[in-house]
């Protein structure tokens, strides 16, 4: 079955840095394009940062952009997130998302981030 299963998350003092990592099985990882999202509490689940399939284009939310950056190991089947400059305004949990064309959409678990001091 589709798994996406988040790790490396954990708590960082403000201008930490972790990196996220999210292992995909179940379903052919090269053909889906991979995203980050994360949701704060009492807040809505936002997109973080996007790579296609082929790594060729990402995308980013402009707060994120210049701290974040987003890769792939289609070899692997595993993609991350490196965070840098964290600050306790991305404080929360953090999913993994692949997804194909209109029909094929799979969410981890998530992982928590907390940044404080």
């Known amino acids: 079955q589709v798994q996406l299963v988040e790790s490396g998350g954990g708590l960082v003092q403000p201008g930490g840095s972790l990196r996220l990592s999210c292992a995909a099985s179940g379903f052919t990882f090269s053909t889906y394009d991979m995203s980050w999202y994360r949701q704060a509490p009492g807040k809505e689940r936002e997109l973080v940062a996007a790579?296609?399939?082929?790594?060729?284009?990402?995308n980013y939310a402009d707060s994120m952009k210049g701290r974040f950056t987003i890769s792939r190991s289609n070899a692997r089947n595993t993609v991350y997130l490196q965070m840098n400059g964290l600050k306790p305004d991305d404080t929360a949990v953090y999913y993994c998302?692949?997804?194909?064309?209109?029909?094929?959409?799979?969410w981890g678990q998530g992982t928590q981030v907390t940044v404080s001091s």
């Open positions: 790579i296609s399939n082929t790594a060729r284009s990402t």
């Open positions: 998302n692949a997804r194909r064309g209109e029909r094929y959409n799979y």
